[in-house]
């Protein structure tokens, strides 16, 4: 049996799609789960297996955690920090092409700091002009740049808004409208709403979450920053799509699952536990010699009691669990 495909061919990747298929397929998928995670693929697009970063595999999982209790999402820089304030540094991934893009996302709570959602790029890649699509207090948001302009940002509110209580939100872009190029359409909440803001002359690559290694971006002296908080199920798509297409790939997801800040895992894979000593002051009379719990008229290291010199340290029973996580004392 013949299958007949299409081909297409950009940057020197290749890219096919069967002919005659009612759906639409996508050409890079990231899964952003906990199993890409401890395999060090969490910029390897499943498609190709093409690594994303410019770093050797091992180096994948820098700025990024795991979630306790959800394996199907991971959680990028820091879901907030000592200060309250999104992590600055910059997400090191290499340009995605294609004209549509959908994610789920949980962004972390900080009132008043635009996240990066994804940045579109012109002709000439990040010398070249950008559109900035982020998400500022729920809302979704562009930034315009033009070419080695920076103090001469634009910024645009399309009047859309993401869930507002810390849910997860399946989210659809359509990045070109017939030959503009920008943000065409979002399609969120089972709903697609064109906003056309397409000020890009050219359209060459995008990243997601986060600008290029080593670029900034302010506007009105506020500090524009890249993604922090939950994410999963990355997907681009060659051309742009309908909102029939959009509810085919994204209306599977119940956005109401995993009400919460998610919290993360700690290096080590263990959780806090917490070990309670009870001190006491010694019960046993000093003996004739002035010395107490010497192992003459106190304490003989035999009992459950230690001896310090002036109080004991009572341990606890051999059959209590220590904290609440379970585990016996050895």
Same mark, same amino acid.
């Given at each position: 049996?013949?299958?007949?495909?299409?081909?297409?061919?950009?940057?020197?990747?290749?890219?096919?799609?069967? $002919?005659?298929?009612?759906?639409?397929?996508?050409?890079?998928?990231?899964?952003?789960?906990?199993?890409?995670?401890?395999?060090?693929?969490?910029?390897?697009?499943?498609?190709?297996?093409?690594?994303?970063?410019?770093?050797?595999?091992?180096? /994948?999982?820098?700025?990024?955690?795991?979630?306790? &209790?959800?394996?199907?999402?991971?959680?990028?820089?820091?879901?907030?920090?000592?200060?309250?304030?999104?992590?600055?540094?910059?997400?090191?991934?290499?340009?995605?092409?294609?004209?549509?893009?959908?994610?789920?996302?949980?962004?972390?709570?900080?009132?008043?700091?635009?996240?990066?959602?994804?940045?579109?790029?012109?002709?000439?890649?990040?010398?070249?002009?950008? $559109?900035?699509?982020?998400?500022?207090?729920? /809302?979704?948001?562009?930034?315009?740049?033009?070419?080695?302009?920076?103090?001469?940002?634009?910024?645009?509110?399309?009047?859309?808004?993401?869930?507002?209580?810390?849910?997860?939100?399946?989210?659809?872009?359509?990045?070109?409208?017939?030959?503009?190029?920008?943000?065409? &359409?979002?399609?969120?909440?089972?709903?697609?709403?064109?906003?056309?803001?397409?000020? $890009?002359?050219?359209?060459?690559?995008?990243?997601?979450?986060?600008?290029?290694? +080593?670029?900034?971006?302010?506007?009105?002296?506020?500090?524009?920053?890249?993604?922090?908080?939950?994410?999963?199920?990355? /997907?681009?798509?060659?051309?742009?799509?309908?909102?029939?297409?959009?509810?085919?790939?994204?209306?599977?997801?119940?956005?109401?699952?995993?009400?919460?800040?998610? $919290?993360?895992?700690?290096?080590?894979?263990?959780?806090?536990?917490?070990?309670?000593?009870?001190?006491?002051?010694?019960?046993?009379?000093?003996?004739?010699? &002035?010395?107490? +719990?010497?192992?003459?008229?106190?304490?003989? +290291?035999?009992?459950?009691?230690?001896?310090?010199?002036?109080?004991?340290? /009572?341990?606890?029973?051999?059959?209590?669990?220590?904290?609440?996580?379970?585990?016996?004392?050895?």
């Amino acid at each position: 049996m013949s299958v007949f495909v299409k081909i297409y061919a950009h940057h020197g990747w290749r890219y096919y799609l069967p $002919l005659g298929v009612g759906k639409p397929e996508p050409v890079t998928v990231l899964p952003f789960t906990a199993a890409e995670y401890d395999n060090n693929r969490v910029w390897t697009d499943r498609l190709t297996g093409r690594n994303l970063l410019a770093y050797d595999d091992i180096e /994948q999982t820098e700025g990024i955690y795991k979630i306790i &209790g959800n394996p199907n999402a991971l959680l990028l820089n820091g879901y907030r920090n000592d200060d309250n304030y999104p992590s600055d540094g910059s997400v090191n991934a290499s340009g995605l092409f294609g004209n549509a893009l959908t994610m789920r996302i949980k962004p972390g709570q900080f009132p008043d700091s635009s996240m990066l959602l994804c940045v579109l790029y012109g002709q000439k890649g990040r010398n070249s002009e950008k $559109l900035m699509i982020a998400v500022e207090n729920y /809302q979704i948001i562009t930034y315009y740049m033009a070419r080695n302009d920076k103090d001469n940002v634009k910024k645009a509110e399309t009047g859309i808004y993401i869930n507002d209580s810390d849910q997860w939100m399946s989210i659809g872009f359509n990045l070109r409208s017939n030959t503009d190029a920008g943000l065409a &359409g979002v399609y969120v909440n089972g709903e697609y709403k064109e906003v056309n803001i397409l000020p $890009l002359q050219q359209f060459d690559q995008f990243w997601i979450f986060g600008l290029t290694d +080593g670029e900034e971006a302010f506007y009105e002296d506020a500090t524009i920053y890249p993604f922090n908080g939950a994410v999963c199920d990355v /997907q681009v798509f060659k051309s742009p799509l309908s909102e029939e297409e959009f509810s085919a790939i994204l209306d599977k997801y119940d956005d109401s699952e995993d009400i919460g800040a998610p $919290l993360t895992e700690f290096e080590t894979g263990g959780e806090l536990m917490k070990m309670f000593i009870n001190v006491i002051m010694p019960e046993v009379p000093p003996d004739p010699g &002035g010395d107490i +719990g010497n192992g003459n008229g106190g304490d003989n +290291g035999n009992s459950d009691n230690v001896a310090d010199g002036n109080h004991d340290i /009572q341990r606890p029973p051999d059959d209590m669990n220590i904290g609440g996580s379970g585990t016996e004392r050895p």
